[in-house]
Every structure is written in structure tokens, then in C-alpha cells.
């Protein structure tokens, strides 16, 4: 059975993920760029859960949203919720300066958060991945903070992994087969 499911997101990248890794569980990707002005916060949990209850309030359609931030351990799990705020101030040179170093002094950890509501409840996935901050930038800049984030067990960021195999082991492949799993569930039902 195929199923729809908004993403809002003015993110095409999130988007195009988002269909890649929906896509074989046979989940269509209906792209929403509803603008939802977001809670400034670090607790990531509740800027989805907010976000999605703006979004629903104006769609009024089954949805998700989906902020992902990352957590330093240097200063203590921020940016968290703000990363957004905090990479477009500082951007990849002076993110990775500030925050990278060598391994086991800046282990950050990327976590997604999925907030779904269906209209008649509100469902929520998670997905983390460990790993380090590096000293300088490498592979393409066109995706945010994927160019100084290195997962740890492997050699290289997410830039440089490409979308591939960056969607074989991101926190948004684990909060989206969570979010996957209910579906086929739901519909099953």
C-alpha cells in the first residue's frame, strides 16, 4: 500500500532525504514550505512539538516536522535546538574553528526530532548519531553543518559521504524508519 504524508520544511535537502529514505517503504514525500516561524529554544522536543501544532493548525492535514540540531559536549549539549541560529551566524570556518579540534575534544552528537500528528494524536521519533566535530570544513558547504560533522567509525563528514551513504547512517534515516514503522503500522490497522 502507498501512503502521503506532508514534510513541512523550507529545507530541500531535508526534502530530497526525506523522499530518498521514505520513498522505498512506500511512503510519498508531499512537500510542504509553509513558513512556521519556530520557538527559540535548546530543547529540540519541544520546538518540534510546537512547530507541528502551528503547521497542523494551518494545514489541517496529517503532517510531520523535523528540526535537527546538533549537541556539543564542549558547552555542555548546546547548540541544540539553535543550531540553525548559531551556523548561520558563524558559518563552516568559524563553526569548525570554535568548535573543532582533535578527536575525543569535540565530540558533538546529531540528533533529529520528528513530531507527527495524524488529527487525532501527536506521534514522536527520535534519531542520534555520535560523533566529533573537525578542525576545518571538508566536502561540499551546500548543507549546513554536514561539512564538520564526522560520525564516529568512519573517516569522513557527511558532506563528504554524499547523500547515499549519508542516508544509510544519519539520525534523520533513524527518525524517519521510526516514523516509517508507525506508519505501516497505522495503515495495517
Not at 520513498?23 to 519541544?46: A, Y
Not at 500528528?117 to 555520535?130: K, L, M, N, S
Request: hydrophobic fraction near 35%; proline fraction near 5%; charged fraction near 25%.
Amino acid at each position: 500500500m502507498r501512503s502521503e504524508i506532508r514534510f513541512v520544511s523550507s529545507n530541500p535537502h531535508k526534502i530530497a532525504e526525506a523522499e530518498a529514505i521514505l520513498g522505498p517503504h512506500g511512503i510519498r514525500v508531499i512537500p510542504s514550505t509553509l513558513k512556521i516561524e519556530e520557538l527559540q529554544t535548546t530543547d529540540t522536543k519541544r520546538l518540534a512539538r510546537d512547530k507541528l501544532l502551528n503547521a497542523y493548525e494551518q494545514i489541517g492535514r496529517p503532517l510531520f516536522v523535523e528540526p535537527t540540531g546538533l549537541y556539543l559536549e564542549r558547552i555542555h549539549g548546546l547548540p541544540g535546538g539553535l543550531t540553525q541560529i548559531v551556523w548561520d551566524t558563524l558559518q563552516a570556518e568559524r563553526f569548525a574553528e570554535l568548535f573543532g579540534g582533535p578527536e575525543g575534544k569535540s565530540k558533538a552528537t546529531a540528533r533529529t526530532w520528528i513530531a507527527y500528528c495524524d488529527g487525532r494524536q501527536i506521534f514522536e521519533f527520535d534519531g542520534e548519531v555520535a560523533g566529533s566535530i573537525v578542525a576545518a570544513p571538508r566536502g561540499p558547504r551546500g548543507f549546513q553543518w554536514d561539512c564538520v560533522f564526522q560520525p564516529d567509525g568512519y573517516a569522513s563528514t557527511f558532506a563528504e559521504m554524499g547523500n547515499d551513504k549519508k542516508n544509510e547512517v544519519s539520525m534523520r534515516r533513524i527518525a524517519l524508519d521510526k516514523l516509517a514503522g508507525h506508519l505501516g503500522k497505522a495503515y495495517r490497522s
